[in-house]
């Protein structure tokens, strides 16, 4: 009897049902028990040596054709992409003839702007590189494509934390530095294009080193009290450089997201976030630079934005070099939200855009 009382006391060792036995149970799908699946990683490839043999697209397609596997082939017809091989070889035509125009034949978005960023990459050319977005060019290029145009590591810089050490691993072709990226879905593409693209950005970097990128702002209440943080770093906003637009005879900077916040749609910054500072300028050669648009985001308060004529705040500029590396400082001082300000930037251009 005691046998049998401590027989009952000890756990009993079941084996874990399987997933099919657990989707059989619930009534699902087996394999959305199974975690993501994604693509295995594509064959990098040498994208040199496939341009040096690259002859027509006609020629290109057939190669591609005869090694095409049946189940990528249905697949591409039930979405209805039936120039696809011929797309992809379009690449190959621009980037080896340093012609982005030939991208334009291309009919899907994604791998026409694809395709122009190869051919800048491979030309050298970062005035070729695809804006962000074609109807705001105070965002500029894309920084990756910008510094492996102009082969400098240094540059990369200008990407986002996120983007930069694919950046340094694709300009640098130095595949270890992606071994960082703690995501699979960023890393592997990655260590692909550092690969892919290796032979195919020769040469020296066209700038060597950039300024390093600081900010620091001071908040202090104006008729009402201060923030539990009177200091803030701005390298969240002012890490990435900033991008020069020249339009006419007046040159506009922007850096943070002083065109994001709407004082139409007020909104509170979470009490766990940290300060930003907004700003975009306008200079004239001879005249002193007027800020057009501010934004302040300070914890547990009302996000604050003004545009020109109201602003309250005015800048001061130590240096501003229209050129890509080149050195942007700017002192900021006045009163928006409730609050006075000051901040002191220095930081660097990663772009430079001409407007249409």
Do not use: W
Request: glycine share 8%; net charge negative; aromatic share 2%.
């Amino acid at each position: 009897m005691f046998s049998a009382c401590d027989d009952e006391k000890k756990p009993h060792e079941i084996a874990p049902a399987s997933p099919s036995e657990i989707a059989s149970a619930l009534g699902m799908d087996a394999a959305a028990l199974g975690g993501t699946l994604v693509d295995p990683e594509k064959p990098a490839g040498d994208l040199a040596a496939d341009l040096a043999s690259f002859t027509t697209v006609e020629a290109c397609m057939k190669q591609r054709t005869a090694s095409l596997d049946p189940l990528v082939g249905d697949a591409v017809d039930a979405i209805g992409y039936d120039t696809f091989l011929r797309d992809a070889c379009r690449v190959l035509e621009a980037a080896k003839s340093k012609d982005a125009k030939k991208c334009e034949l291309i009919d899907a978005s994604a791998l026409r702007t694809r395709c122009r960023a190869v051919t800048a990459m491979v030309a050298g050319d970062a005035d070729g590189c695809p804006l962000r977005a074609p109807s705001k060019p105070e965002l500029g290029r894309d920084a990756t494509c910008v510094a492996a145009a102009l082969r400098s590591p240094a540059m990369c810089a200008g990407a986002q934390a996120r983007d930069r050490a694919s950046c340094e691993a694709l300009v640098s072709h130095d595949e270890k530095k992606c071994s960082g990226i703690p995501l699979d879905d960023l890393r592997a593409p990655c260590a692909r294009d550092a690969r892919r693209f290796r032979a195919a950005l020769p040469g020296s970097a066209a700038i060597a080193s950039v300024p390093a990128a600081k900010g620091t702002l001071t908040i202090h209440g104006d008729g009402r009290a201060d923030p539990p943080q009177t200091t803030a770093d701005l390298a969240a906003d002012v890490g990435s450089g900033v991008v020069v637009v020249l339009d006419g005879k007046s040159t506009r900077v922007t850096f943070g997201r002083p065109n994001e916040v709407s004082p139409a749609t007020p909104h509170v910054a979470q009490p766990l976030e940290r300060a930003h500072l907004g700003l975009a300028i306008s200079t004239a050669e001879g005249k002193p630079a007027d800020v057009t648009a501010a934004s302040l985001s300070v914890p547990g308060a009302l996000q604050s934005a003004c545009t020109a004529p109201s602003c309250g705040v005015t800048v001061k500029l130590g240096k501003l070099e229209p050129k890509r590396g080149g050195a942007f400082e700017v002192t900021v001082d006045g009163s928006l939200g409730g609050y006075r300000i000051h901040a002191d930037v220095t930081t660097f251009v990663r772009d430079v855009v001409q407007s249409k």
